[in-house]
């Protein structure tokens, strides 16, 4: 054995004068790196027996002997990958990563399957002290393959993991922040490649996907945080928003059902509530549906809005004589008109026509509007009487006059404003927008909205 060595350092170690014994190593210098095995192809060979002393040198701190025997294990045989791995440790004692890496790909592309443990351990390290994480996290998750009774790596690996999905994370979510959307697209990606259970990553990418437009994708994500976590209400309502961004009203109400029975959240329930209302407007007369851009109020519209929005105020107190009406049969508001005339809030002229055609003025509405206050007051008594005691002075509309209570009352009350001056403008035609917003309010008022 030992004419063997004299020959292989004879022929491999040309710089050196004569033959230094390797020194006895009771306290290794680098205890963190285990000396590579040797292949039992090797075994034996002038390469194991060069490597074997560069190591007796490397943990004994002499770098620069230990460098000329792993060198001269490799002008033994240039096929000796535990030669390279040694090279690459020695890097990483020197503090230089990014000189140990070539060695240790090196190593790789010579040791079968390219799976060298110790290679693939010192290339973690490298990539480590340079920054890669993902590529550190790769090459230890490769050793713990090849290797898997490495329990202290097993534990170092899934800090890794957790560590590297943090910081894809944070990237992602910087780059929605900042409007990046592709980035962070691609950034959550990744980050749920490494995490695929994770439902709140599901979520965050569905949201920045419907952010850019892309709704088949946002829908697909959330359906899968859903899916992952059925506590999910938040997903649950996006889903339900995309559904009915599309016409799918029988669908997000269903979802928003869900949701709700999950966690109660009030912009759900009025999205809820904003459906069915649509869903009943539907199916009201198109004449109905046109009142809101109506440039002009008729009494006919007046009569269906009131008793379509107000129709718990119009119970009790019937008129006998509402039946009597001569000119509403064909009318598409006819049910309406009969509810209000019944009830009182608008009464027949006395010939026992209604006249639906006939424009609404303000002072109309007032009277209307009086008439439905009183009925608020009979159902809510104290509600309305602050209101009913004012005397309000217009410019146009003397206190003499019959509508000048009900016109009072409903200024009194923020129902209706007055004009430039102060003046009231009786005379004024009143819009569908302005209707409705009276109608709503006395709604309010009565507790109905």
């Known amino acids: 054995m030992r004419k063997l060595l004299a020959a292989a350092l004879l022929a491999f170690s040309a710089c050196a004068p004569k033959i230094v014994p390797a020194p006895v190593v009771t306290a290794p210098k680098f205890p963190e790196y285990a000396q590579p095995p040797v292949p039992p192809s090797f075994a034996g060979g002038a390469a194991a027996l060069l490597e074997s002393r560069g190591w007796a040198f490397f943990q004994s701190g002499d770098l620069k002997a230990a460098e000329r025997e792993f060198s001269a294990a490799l002008h033994a045989a240039a096929e000796f990958y535990p030669a390279e ?74 800090v890794l993991k957790f560590r590297n999905a943090e910081q894809g994370i944070a990237r992602a979510r910087d780059a929605a922040r900042a409007g990046r959307l592709d980035e962070a697209v691609q950034a959550y990606t990744v980050a749920i490649a490494a995490s695929p259970e994770s439902p709140f990553l599901y979520r965050e990418l569905a949201a920045v996907e ?21 506590g999910d209400a938040r997903s649950l309502g996006q889903i339900g928003e995309i559904l009915e961004s599309r016409g799918d009203t029988v669908g997000a109400q269903e979802v928003y059902a869900r949701s709700l029975a999950i966690e109660p959240n009030a912009d759900v329930e009025k999205r809820v509530a904003d459906l069915r209302a649509r869903a009943e407007l539907a ?37 006998g004589d509402a039946g009597l009406i001569t000119d509403v049969r064909n009318n598409w508001a006819a049910t309406w008109i009969v509810a209000v005339a019944r009830a009182g809030v608008m009464e027949p002229f006395a010939n026992h026509a209604f006249q639906p055609r ?32 004012a005397r309000l002075k217009f410019s146009d509309l003397s206190a003499s006059h019959l509508a000048y209570p009900a016109a009072s009352m409903a200024v009194a009350a923020g129902l209706l404003k007055t004009e430039e001056n102060n003046a009231f403008r009786p005379s004024k035609v009143v819009t569908g927008a302005e209707a409705i917003d009276a109608i709503e309010k006395v709604g309010a008022l009565a507790g109905l909205r």
Not at 94 to 118: G, I, M, N, T, Y
Not at 211 to 228: I, N, T, V, W, Y
Not at 368 to 378: D, H, N, P, S, T
């Open 85 to 158: 791995t040694s090279l690459g440790y020695l890097e990483l004692a020197r503090k230089d990563p990014k000189a140990a890496l070539p060695h240790f790909d090196r190593a790789l592309e010579l040791s079968p399957q390219h799976a060298d443990v110790p290679a693939l351990l010192g290339r973690g390290e490298s990539l480590l002290a340079v920054g890669r994480e993902p590529e550190a996290l790769a090459a230890f998750s490769a050793a713990l393959a090849a290797d898997p009774s490495q329990t202290d790596l097993a534990r170092r690996v899934e």
């Open 210 to 230: 419907r952010q850019k437009g892309d709704l088949d994708a946002a829908l697909e994500h959330f359906r899968r945080a859903s899916a992952l976590d059925p």
């Open 283 to 319: 199916r009201l007369p198109a004449e109905y549906r046109a009142i809101d851009d109506a440039p002009q109020l008729t009494r006919a519209d007046l009569a269906a809005l009131i008793g379509i929005r107000l129709a718990p105020l119009l119970q009790g107190g019937r008129r």
């Open 358 to 389: 006939t424009v609404v003025r303000r002072v109309d509405l007032a009277q209307a509007i009086g008439r439905l206050l009183a009925r608020v007051e009979a159902q809510n008594p104290g509600r309305t009487r602050e209101w009913q005691s």
